[in-house]
């Protein structure tokens, strides 16, 4: 009986619960015209699985709000043809196989290698990562994959991306696990992915990173989601960015998209001038 009058308390909480903050931050969100052309003029691809989807969505909202409504992302396993200036992705691999994912990226950019292809980025997902999982393994395999592929493409940018995050469980969440007796992990999990990022800050700290879980672990005003237990701390995903604990809410996913298109058109900018120079 105490457990049903929870439960009808946490429905009711559900029920009354109020997003006008996000909103109101959600009006916030603005990309230059100049880097958004800077975005659009380059060919990009993205292997991905949900979190990804978000961000795309934000990058078409974004896009959207500069009234430009011709973003045309193309699926890869759909494309016959593609214009001078593309943005392909797929889904790539399974979820909490780390490793399917990486084998995916490697042969989705063999489909494109004809196609004048730029920039490339592979993207994880928060449940590939956690407390069990063999960081050193999967990040070893990242490597050879990525040095594999440089070798093939000489030219090709790989735009090394962070593993997403999770945010602390809310009240109602811990009221859940309470009533279906599950622990908490989310610590363990996310020092596990911390440790993963921070491998990949350090590899390619000389080539170009979209870190993804420091986006999500900042919050607008500059300070981050930090928890510290048993004197060790991680990041998290801030609870401003997400509606489930992981994947990214409407604001969470301009946050991010934003900062994209931003990270693209600066590798853009760089490549123009690389180019230039090698003209002159």
């Known amino acids: 009986m105490k457990k049903y009058l929870i439960f009808t308390l946490i429905l009711f909480l559900l029920g009354c619960s109020d997003n006008s903050d996000n909103r109101v931050l959600h009006m916030g969100i603005k990309s230059s015209l100049e880097n958004i052309k800077l975005f659009l003029n380059t060919n990009i691809y993205f292997g991905h699985q949900s979190v990804g989807n978000n961000i795309i969505n934000g990058i078409k909202e974004i896009l959207i709000e500069n009234e430009i409504n011709d973003f045309k992302p193309f699926e890869l396993n759909a494309i016959s043809t593609l214009p001078k200036n593309y943005f392909v992705h797929s889904p790539i691999g399974k979820n909490g196989n780390p490793i399917s994912k990486i084998e995916d990226f490697k042969k989705d950019i063999t489909i494109l290698k004809n196609k004048n292809l730029k920039i490339a980025m592979m993207k994880f997902c928060y449940v590939d990562f956690n407390e069990k999982t063999n960081i050193n393994k999967i990040f070893n395999y990242y490597i050879k994959a990525i040095d594999s592929i440089k070798t093939k493409n000489p030219n090709l940018i790989i735009l090394h991306l962070t593993v997403p995050l999770k945010s602390e469980r809310s009240f109602l969440g811990k009221i859940k696990a309470y009533l279906t007796g599950k622990s908490d ?51 998290y995903l801030s609870k401003i960015y997400t509606s489930d604990g992981g994947h990214l809410n409407g604001f969470g996913q301009k946050v991010v998209a934003n900062e994209l298109i931003n990270k693209i058109a600066k590798i853009n900018l760089r490549m123009k001038e690389s180019s230039w120079l090698l003209i002159t």
């Open 185 to 235: 992990k989310t610590f363990n999990d996310n020092y596990v992915r911390n440790q993963y990022n921070d491998l990949i800050r350090s590899k390619y700290s000389s080539e170009y990173i979209f870190d993804i879980a420091k986006i999500e672990s900042t919050y607008p005003d500059g300070k981050r989601e930090i928890k510290t237990l048993d004197n060790k701390s991680c990041y």
